[in-house]
């Protein structure tokens, strides 16, 4: 379902949920040929994190984890730095010293990428203490995956939250729902002893949903409500979001094993690869909010190849920036230890 | 004899180690399917998924079971995807593995082996890239080793888990897929050091990784003449001074070499004890080469930069040999 | 199911509840006088759950407890001599003075050890469950914390890996109130720590700390369910500490009102009351008192006993860092 939002609205996020989608495909193309490190793709989960972080202002934060590409793009940040980043520019938005691991940018509300699991959980109740006790009517919302949920500093965090009635939102992207290493055990993951991710947080009295990560309707619905709480004073929110994760994900270095999505795929099944027919026909959640917004009138085909184009493009220049722009100097390696 | 790569090394060790003795067990994130470099491939298959076991990611709380499960008679292994989060660790490390012995005057053991993956390889940042041997060396009731070859891997690897000690045992990532001779048997006591390389001018210690670097500036320093003896002490706590000692006595110059950031590291701690055994011998200050004082950096050329290279191991033997490079092309 | 006491068995346990208050006392006593130094945790008030849940384990079975632990040491079986040695530092204590009072460790009764790190005790035993299982054997590890550990990120972990791995393990939270000097509402929301065992799917009882037979009869119950393989129990008993955090300690942040309310459920007098029902003081009541006179006379010979002990010799002091 769509959101409940003007069409130029959703056709925005169409757009963002594009750009990266083709970002992601172009860095996987790129780490062939060049040491990007570790890195971890948003493929199949754009429609999550686009519709869920529009609803920030000016002044909120995020925090996220490993799989950051798509939630930095989403808030605004420009690919193309992105991308140096990666390549370890001196371009780049952390001047080549962070990597994929550690993207951020301040002045989009990202202050900072943790790669320890659970790692930006602490500091994302951090900022919201220091909203509330500076009077600020911001959030602050902690991006992170089921893993976190293992570490005793979630655990801490939300106790944290909950009984100072911090102005955070914790926005669970649940994509193990058969990951690797894990095998059925009565739970729905074999590493927690909960039947539900959000019976975790019961205790703590915070309000807890579980929804279809790909029903942007139901992510803008529930964050929606998530920051108005958030703002009025009204405390913690978590919210997990089911996906699929996407079999590229799957093996430990991202692959294009399902190949490039072609946005046709949204109206023409014939195209569809008969092997990838379940990930491109129903799990790929981008691919159905395209459908929906085809449906509704709010875009042709015509239109959706031309934007499709653009994001493109737009990648394809921001690789060669990368690519272009030169590496730190070994000189530099020490700027920025101190403030 | 056979020869293997480091991870092989390390899997034979801990398949030897679990059918002699029961009561050796592995602990850590996705074991059963290797790991993320394969290192514990086919042994969950071989003993069972209660003795190799998958944990949640709970470093805290996983190496606290580990120290339980070790006062009650296991010898576990366990081990940890990378060092740097070996942060979270900590309480139970250093507050209570380390210290149980002791604080309950002998009474206790605590026969519990970390393996921890390290090093800057592959540009991956700085949560996945730390060398932070100078930490846990710092802490009474630990053993430290980090060994350099597939053979010491092995042998220290099977000494560790012998031993009723906490041992911390830490690999170098960039080491995994190095392949040397592992002979039957081996045995590497913890606490005694391996000369790689002989040479009576200049005695230089590396560790782990560097190692091979200090070899390959060996090489190019003999071209000049400068013979070097390459120490490898392979355990840092216990460390083999006398060895060190002993070499420096020969050749009255040290240069220490480490991936660790060269502030607080292992480099100013031998150079300090070697000093006050024999200073009388040196003919020049000891020099340490050890990382820039930052985060391990991700751009490909600053990791370049910031980890020790070939040509600053030789510029620091050349400059406590007083003899510059001579250019001859 | 209900546990049945024959009228010795209860004798026996307010003898034990008696040890304790006596050492606890003699503790405070002689380091009001510098006999003994460092920082101490006394359970003076709590001596119900100690006693109680400890006398539903086994010998074999490991107990491992935190930074208020002479209690558990003692209902365990410790020496009191050798626990008072090592509170005064001597040689002749546990630990041969290395390890005081919040690091004692009498393991050839099964009491692995206490610690200065709230919930760090947790994991250890989880550890020992788990060595139980690898082995093949019946062996059961109790967990004794306070309310406090309730809020750290350890706890939280501890409670998933023994849920889903069905670890032989009662938890035991002693629920004072007070995590140090702070009342448990300004930390956390949930007053209850049950409500963290239940997220975990773990079977967790709430009791009266105070009566030492309910807190019986709840371990009782997790100690079987141990037994049997079907996983950890958390027990959360509600009680009460009747001097401050730490000897020392004014403790003026609770009310004299508070104090005295819980002074009048003093756990051994309940006890005694109880005992004196069942008739095993003999018909006169003739024996009511004799468990308090042989506790303390029994302290006072272990006191005398530990305090001639040797000090350590500081050349000695880097003996037992590793072990051999």
């Given at each position: 379902m769509l959101p409940d939002l003007p069409a130029e609205r959703l056709v925005a996020q169409l757009q963002t949920m594009l750009r990266i989608r083709r970002f992601e495909e172009e860095l996987i193309r790129l780490a062939d040929d060049h040491a990007v490190g570790h890195f971890h793709v948003y493929i199949g989960q754009e429609v999550t994190g686009v519709p869920a972080l529009a609803l920030l202002e000016d002044g909120d934060v995020a925090y996220t984890t490993h799989r950051n590409h798509g939630h930095l793009i989403a808030r605004g940040a420009d690919p193309a730095r992105l991308m140096a980043e990666i390549l370890g520019k001196a371009t780049g938005t952390n001047r080549g010293k962070g990597g994929t691991l550690h993207l951020a940018s301040a002045e989009h509300g990202f202050p900072t990428t943790s790669a320890s699991v659970g790692g930006p959980l602490p500091i994302a109740v951090g900022s919201a203490f220091a909203f509330k006790e500076l009077g600020r009517d911001r959030v602050s919302v902690c991006l992170f995956g089921d893993g976190a949920l293992e570490e005793g500093a979630w655990h801490e965090a939300v106790n944290i939250a909950a009984y100072r009635s911090l102005p955070v939102i914790f926005l669970c992207e649940n994509?193990?729902?058969?990951?690797?290493?894990?095998?059925?055990?009565?739970?729905?993951?074999?590493?927690?002893?909960?039947?539900?991710?959000t019976d975790l947080v019961r205790p703590f009295s915070v309000p807890a949903v579980a929804i279809d990560g790909s029903d942007a309707a139901a992510v803008h619905g529930q964050m929606k409500k998530a920051v108005r709480r958030a703002r009025r004073g009204g405390g913690p929110s978590f919210i997990e979001t089911w996906t699929v994760r996407w079999p590229g994900s799957r093996p430990i270095w991202p692959a294009l094993v399902t190949g490039e999505t072609d946005v046709a795929y949204a109206w023409d099944e014939g195209r569809m690869p008969d092997e990838h027919r379940d990930w491109f026909g129903t799990q790929d959640g981008l691919l159905r909010f395209l459908r929906e917004l085809l449906e509704a009138g709010h875009v042709d085909r015509a239109w959706v190849q031309a934007i499709d184009g653009e994001a493109r493009s737009e990648m394809a220049s921001a690789v060669r920036y990368a690519l272009d722009s030169p590496y730190p100097v070994p000189e530099e390696a020490l700027e920025d230890v101190f403030a | 004899m056979p020869e293997m790569r480091y991870v092989d090394a390390i899997r034979t060790a801990l398949d030897q180690a679990m059918q002699t003795d029961p009561s050796v067990v592995l602990l850590g994130e996705d074991l059963t399917v290797g790991g993320p470099f394969g290192v514990t491939r086919g042994l969950a298959e071989r003993y069972g998924e209660w003795r190799v076991r998958n944990t949640p990611i709970s470093e805290g709380t996983v190496v606290g079971l580990a120290v339980g499960a070790a006062l009650a008679g296991l010898r576990p292994v366990v081990e940890i995807m990378f060092v740097d989060f070996l942060t979270l660790a900590m309480d139970q490390l250093v507050n209570h593995a380390a210290k149980l012995h002791y604080m309950s005057g002998g009474q206790l053991r605590v026969p519990l082996t970390i393996r921890a993956q390290y090093g800057a390889v592959g540009g991956f940042g700085a949560h996945h890239s730390q060398s932070l041997e100078a930490w846990l060396v710092h802490v009474p009731g630990l053993k430290v080793v980090a060994p350099a070859t597939p053979a010491d891997a092995k042998g220290l690897l099977e000494a560790a888990i012998g031993d009723d000690n906490p041992v911390i045992f830490l690999e170098h990532r960039g080491l995994y897929f190095g392949r040397g001779e592992v002979p039957d048997g081996i045995e590497v006591p913890i606490g005694r050091a391996a000369i790689r390389r002989q040479g009576d001018d200049v005695t230089i210690v590396a560790i782990g990784r560097l190692v091979g670097s200090a070899l390959e500036a060996a090489a190019a320093l003999a071209a000049d003449g400068i013979e070097a003896q390459v120490?490898?002490?392979?355990?840092?706590?216990?460390?083999d001074l006398p060895a060190i000692v002993e070499s420096v006595r020969r050749t009255g110059r040290l240069v220490v070499v480490h991936e660790a950031v060269e502030m607080g590291g292992m480099g100013g701690e031998i150079a300090a004890s070697v000093q006050a055994q024999a200073h009388d011998v040196l003919r020049a200050p000891i020099v340490r080469v050890g990382a820039p004082f930052a985060p391990v950096p991700a751009a490909p050329e600053l990791e370049q930069a910031f980890v020790p290279s070939v040509e600053r191991i030789a510029a620091a033997v050349r400059r406590v040999t007083g003899r510059p490079t001579v250019a001859t092309h | 199911m209900a546990v049945t006491r024959q009228p010795a068995e209860l004798v026996s346990l307010l003898e034990r509840m008696w040890l304790i208050r006596a050492f606890e006392e003699k503790v405070s006593e002689l380091y009001a006088r510098g006999r003994i130094r460092g920082l101490l945790h006394l359970g003076i008030g709590q001596e119900g759950v100690a006693v109680g849940a400890i006398d539903r384990l086994a010998p074999d079975d490991l107990v491992f407890a935190g930074h208020r632990a002479h209690a558990h040491a003692l209902a365990k079986g410790a020496d009191p001599a050798k626990l008072l040695a090592e509170l005064a530092g001597r040689t002749t204590g546990y630990c041969a003075g290395r390890g005081g009072s919040m690091h004692i460790s009498a393991p050839d009764v099964g009491f692995m050890t206490a610690t200065g790190v709230v919930a760090g005790n947790i994991p250890l035993a989880l550890g020992a469950a788990y060595a139980s299982v690898v082995g093949n054997r019946s062996l059961v590890a109790a967990a004794f914390f306070g309310d406090g550990a309730g809020q750290t990120g350890g706890f939280h972990e501890s409670l998933n890996i023994a849920s889903l791995w069905g670890l032989p393990l009662v938890l035991v939270c002693e629920n004072n109130g007070y995590a140090e000097f702070t009342p448990l509402s300004a930390h956390t929301k949930i007053e209850r720590l049950t409500e963290y065992a239940k997220v975990y799917g773990i079977p967790a009882l709430t009791v009266d700390g105070n009566d030492v037979l309910a807190v019986g009869q709840a371990v009782g119950e997790g100690v079987d369910r141990a037994r049997r393989g079907e996983g950890p129990t958390f027990v959360e008993a509600l009680t009460y500490r009747l001097r401050g955090h730490y000897e020392g300690d004014p403790a003026k942040y609770r009310e004299l009102a508070e104090l005295s309310d819980w002074k009048a459920r003093d756990p051994i007098a309940r006890f005694a009351a109880v005992v004196a029902d069942s008739g095993a003081f003999g018909e006169d009541g003739a024996n009511d008192g004799v468990a308090e006179q042989q506790a303390r006379a029994r302290v006072d010979t272990a006191a005398d006993e530990a305090l001639a002990g040797p000090l350590p010799e500081p050349a000695d002091i880097t003996r037992y860092v590793y072990a051999d």
């Amino acid at each position: 379902m769509l959101p409940d939002l003007p069409a130029e609205r959703l056709v925005a996020q169409l757009q963002t949920m594009l750009r990266i989608r083709r970002f992601e495909e172009e860095l996987i193309r790129l780490a062939d040929d060049h040491a990007v490190g570790h890195f971890h793709v948003y493929i199949g989960q754009e429609v999550t994190g686009v519709p869920a972080l529009a609803l920030l202002e000016d002044g909120d934060v995020a925090y996220t984890t490993h799989r950051n590409h798509g939630h930095l793009i989403a808030r605004g940040a420009d690919p193309a730095r992105l991308m140096a980043e990666i390549l370890g520019k001196a371009t780049g938005t952390n001047r080549g010293k962070g990597g994929t691991l550690h993207l951020a940018s301040a002045e989009h509300g990202f202050p900072t990428t943790s790669a320890s699991v659970g790692g930006p959980l602490p500091i994302a109740v951090g900022s919201a203490f220091a909203f509330k006790e500076l009077g600020r009517d911001r959030v602050s919302v902690c991006l992170f995956g089921d893993g976190a949920l293992e570490e005793g500093a979630w655990h801490e965090a939300v106790n944290i939250a909950a009984y100072r009635s911090l102005p955070v939102i914790f926005l669970c992207e649940n994509n193990s729902l058969e990951a690797l290493g894990q095998k059925a055990n009565e739970y729905p993951s074999s590493t927690l002893a909960v039947r539900r991710l959000t019976d975790l947080v019961r205790p703590f009295s915070v309000p807890a949903v579980a929804i279809d990560g790909s029903d942007a309707a139901a992510v803008h619905g529930q964050m929606k409500k998530a920051v108005r709480r958030a703002r009025r004073g009204g405390g913690p929110s978590f919210i997990e979001t089911w996906t699929v994760r996407w079999p590229g994900s799957r093996p430990i270095w991202p692959a294009l094993v399902t190949g490039e999505t072609d946005v046709a795929y949204a109206w023409d099944e014939g195209r569809m690869p008969d092997e990838h027919r379940d990930w491109f026909g129903t799990q790929d959640g981008l691919l159905r909010f395209l459908r929906e917004l085809l449906e509704a009138g709010h875009v042709d085909r015509a239109w959706v190849q031309a934007i499709d184009g653009e994001a493109r493009s737009e990648m394809a220049s921001a690789v060669r920036y990368a690519l272009d722009s030169p590496y730190p100097v070994p000189e530099e390696a020490l700027e920025d230890v101190f403030a | 004899m056979p020869e293997m790569r480091y991870v092989d090394a390390i899997r034979t060790a801990l398949d030897q180690a679990m059918q002699t003795d029961p009561s050796v067990v592995l602990l850590g994130e996705d074991l059963t399917v290797g790991g993320p470099f394969g290192v514990t491939r086919g042994l969950a298959e071989r003993y069972g998924e209660w003795r190799v076991r998958n944990t949640p990611i709970s470093e805290g709380t996983v190496v606290g079971l580990a120290v339980g499960a070790a006062l009650a008679g296991l010898r576990p292994v366990v081990e940890i995807m990378f060092v740097d989060f070996l942060t979270l660790a900590m309480d139970q490390l250093v507050n209570h593995a380390a210290k149980l012995h002791y604080m309950s005057g002998g009474q206790l053991r605590v026969p519990l082996t970390i393996r921890a993956q390290y090093g800057a390889v592959g540009g991956f940042g700085a949560h996945h890239s730390q060398s932070l041997e100078a930490w846990l060396v710092h802490v009474p009731g630990l053993k430290v080793v980090a060994p350099a070859t597939p053979a010491d891997a092995k042998g220290l690897l099977e000494a560790a888990i012998g031993d009723d000690n906490p041992v911390i045992f830490l690999e170098h990532r960039g080491l995994y897929f190095g392949r040397g001779e592992v002979p039957d048997g081996i045995e590497v006591p913890i606490g005694r050091a391996a000369i790689r390389r002989q040479g009576d001018d200049v005695t230089i210690v590396a560790i782990g990784r560097l190692v091979g670097s200090a070899l390959e500036a060996a090489a190019a320093l003999a071209a000049d003449g400068i013979e070097a003896q390459v120490i490898d002490p392979r355990s840092l706590l216990p460390l083999d001074l006398p060895a060190i000692v002993e070499s420096v006595r020969r050749t009255g110059r040290l240069v220490v070499v480490h991936e660790a950031v060269e502030m607080g590291g292992m480099g100013g701690e031998i150079a300090a004890s070697v000093q006050a055994q024999a200073h009388d011998v040196l003919r020049a200050p000891i020099v340490r080469v050890g990382a820039p004082f930052a985060p391990v950096p991700a751009a490909p050329e600053l990791e370049q930069a910031f980890v020790p290279s070939v040509e600053r191991i030789a510029a620091a033997v050349r400059r406590v040999t007083g003899r510059p490079t001579v250019a001859t092309h | 199911m209900a546990v049945t006491r024959q009228p010795a068995e209860l004798v026996s346990l307010l003898e034990r509840m008696w040890l304790i208050r006596a050492f606890e006392e003699k503790v405070s006593e002689l380091y009001a006088r510098g006999r003994i130094r460092g920082l101490l945790h006394l359970g003076i008030g709590q001596e119900g759950v100690a006693v109680g849940a400890i006398d539903r384990l086994a010998p074999d079975d490991l107990v491992f407890a935190g930074h208020r632990a002479h209690a558990h040491a003692l209902a365990k079986g410790a020496d009191p001599a050798k626990l008072l040695a090592e509170l005064a530092g001597r040689t002749t204590g546990y630990c041969a003075g290395r390890g005081g009072s919040m690091h004692i460790s009498a393991p050839d009764v099964g009491f692995m050890t206490a610690t200065g790190v709230v919930a760090g005790n947790i994991p250890l035993a989880l550890g020992a469950a788990y060595a139980s299982v690898v082995g093949n054997r019946s062996l059961v590890a109790a967990a004794f914390f306070g309310d406090g550990a309730g809020q750290t990120g350890g706890f939280h972990e501890s409670l998933n890996i023994a849920s889903l791995w069905g670890l032989p393990l009662v938890l035991v939270c002693e629920n004072n109130g007070y995590a140090e000097f702070t009342p448990l509402s300004a930390h956390t929301k949930i007053e209850r720590l049950t409500e963290y065992a239940k997220v975990y799917g773990i079977p967790a009882l709430t009791v009266d700390g105070n009566d030492v037979l309910a807190v019986g009869q709840a371990v009782g119950e997790g100690v079987d369910r141990a037994r049997r393989g079907e996983g950890p129990t958390f027990v959360e008993a509600l009680t009460y500490r009747l001097r401050g955090h730490y000897e020392g300690d004014p403790a003026k942040y609770r009310e004299l009102a508070e104090l005295s309310d819980w002074k009048a459920r003093d756990p051994i007098a309940r006890f005694a009351a109880v005992v004196a029902d069942s008739g095993a003081f003999g018909e006169d009541g003739a024996n009511d008192g004799v468990a308090e006179q042989q506790a303390r006379a029994r302290v006072d010979t272990a006191a005398d006993e530990a305090l001639a002990g040797p000090l350590p010799e500081p050349a000695d002091i880097t003996r037992y860092v590793y072990a051999d």
